[in-house]
């Protein structure tokens, strides 16, 4: 009787190379090599069906830092303010200039032109201070050059401030 080699996703242990079958990974569990007598735990940042030949990473919005998730649904959504790339096993916050108006998102947002967010971990940005302007992604207002002067909050380039009278 010749044996057939236990397949990607699949092992063999002593009881049950006697009878020449192979089992599949349980889930949480992989297997990306064949003819393996065990299964290895499933990566941090990915989830491992039952019978997986590999880890598939979780999507751009979510992250885990288990090792034995068996579904994509054991990953956890990023939280407003934060992001997760695929494969994360942690979330980000978003740095100053960008947000996260909600949760589950792959990458943060740039402050459009006119606003600001000098903090990190935001999910609104602020409207431009009076006498600056905040071009696209600003972290900061910056202020009109001098001899120029603006009333206005949404100024988004330094020549929407206007001379200031003689």
Do not use: H, W
């Given at each position: 009787?010749?044996?057939?080699?236990?397949?990607?996703?699949?092992?063999?242990?002593?009881?049950?190379?006697?009878?020449?079958?192979?089992?599949?990974?349980?889930?949480?569990?992989?297997?990306?090599?064949?003819?393996?007598?065990?299964?290895?735990?499933?990566?941090?940042?990915?989830?491992?069906?039952?019978?997986?030949?590999?880890?598939?990473?979780?999507?751009?919005?979510?992250?885990?830092?288990?090792?034995?998730?068996?579904?994509?649904?054991?990953?956890?959504?990023?939280?407003?303010g934060?992001?997760?790339?695929?494969?994360?096993?942690?979330q980000?916050?978003c740095?100053?200039?960008?947000?996260?108006?909600?949760?589950?998102?792959?990458?943060?947002?740039?402050?459009?032109?006119?606003?600001?967010?000098?903090?990190?971990?935001?999910?609104?940005?602020?409207?431009?201070?009076?006498?600056?302007?905040?071009?696209?992604?600003?972290?900061?207002?910056?202020?009109?050059?001098?001899?120029?002067?603006?009333?206005?909050?949404?100024?988004?380039?330094?020549?929407?401030?206007?001379?200031?009278?003689?």
């Amino acid at each position: 009787v010749q044996q057939t080699a236990c397949a990607k996703g699949t092992y063999t242990d002593a009881a049950m190379a006697d009878k020449g079958g192979c089992t599949p990974c349980a889930g949480g569990a992989y297997q990306d090599a064949e003819e393996q007598t065990v299964c290895q735990a499933c990566d941090a940042g990915a989830y491992c069906p039952v019978g997986s030949a590999a880890a598939l990473p979780c999507a751009g919005g979510s992250y885990s830092s288990a090792t034995d998730n068996d579904e994509a649904t054991d990953c956890t959504l990023a939280e407003p303010g934060y992001f997760a790339a695929t494969g994360s096993v942690q979330q980000t916050a978003c740095a100053a200039g960008r947000i996260a108006p909600t949760g589950g998102l792959g990458e943060c947002t740039p402050c459009s032109s006119g606003t600001y967010q000098n903090e990190t971990g935001a999910t609104d940005c602020k409207p431009c201070d009076t006498g600056s302007f905040c071009p696209y992604g600003a972290s900061a207002p910056l202020p009109c050059r001098e001899g120029s002067y603006s009333s206005a909050t949404n100024l988004a380039s330094v020549t929407q401030c206007a001379p200031c009278p003689p």
